[in-house]
């Protein structure tokens, strides 16, 4: 019941051609952003429009969406936001991209990735929906840190071959200087232990745009590659 806000990407030569549909990546954002961050801060548009200039990447449609569903100012509502938020994702956003975008709406089209907090977001919706994404994504997620892997990733590890085949790409990674590093580094180890593919990345860098940004030129060009025939 309130105006939600959303920044939308399209690639060079959108208005061309309409006939052609796109994939569609999820971007989410850190605490304390908004729906803009990953443009002001992440230069993702700009990001994009390289890699689509040296032909680097598949042209896809990129949703930044405002990543709180409850006031993040009351304690009381905090734990409830990725709930919330996955609801507002699945019953609004992606219908109202779908309605009003020239989407690839399957899947195997739909990617979703996040920094820090947005990074918890994607892994919690992401390996939650394997009906929804096929693609997932984390930068610099501290949800690693003190958790208790094999209970709380028990559905992905139960049966690593299914888990593959929904994946077609699972990718984590953290700045060097980062104090949620080892942890990042841990969990790519229990993945890669109990049989689940994984991309891993590192960079110099702490809990900064400056990480996150050679992140998303890194894992760009690996998204949707198996899944439009292109």
């Not at 071959?161 to 699972?170: G, I, P, T, Y």
Request: charged share 25%; glycine share 10%; aromatic share 10%.
């Amino acid at each position: 019941g309130t105006l939600r806000r959303v920044s939308i990407y399209v690639p060079p030569g959108y208005d061309r051609d309409p006939q052609a549909r796109y994939p569609v990546l999820y971007l989410l954002h850190g605490a304390n952003l908004d729906e803009t961050a990953w443009v002001r801060f992440g230069r993702a548009n700009l990001i994009m429009d390289s890699l689509l200039a040296d032909g680097k990447t598949l042209p896809f449609i990129i949703v930044m969406p405002l990543g709180y569903a409850v006031p993040p100012n009351d304690p009381a509502l905090r734990d409830q936001n990725t709930a919330e938020f996955s609801r507002d994702l699945r019953e609004d956003l992606i219908p109202y991209v779908e309605g009003r975008y020239r989407t690839r709406s399957d899947r195997l089209q739909r990617a979703i990735i996040g920094l820090s907090m947005g990074a918890g977001q994607a892994l919690s919706i992401g390996l939650d929906r394997p009906e929804l994404f096929s693609h997932v994504g984390s930068f610099s997620s501290g949800s690693f840190r003190g958790a208790d892997l094999p209970r709380d990733y028990a559905s992905l590890i139960a049966d690593p071959a299914a888990s593959n085949r929904k994946l077609s790409l699972f990718w984590i990674g953290c700045g060097t200087e980062d104090p949620r590093i080892e942890a990042t580094r841990s969990f790519s180890k229990f993945l890669t232990q109990h049989g689940i593919k994984n991309g891993y990345g590192e960079t110099t860098g702490a809990h900064t745009f400056i990480v996150w940004r050679k992140f998303l030129a890194d894992v760009a060009p690996l998204l949707f590659r198996d899944t439009t025939g292109r």
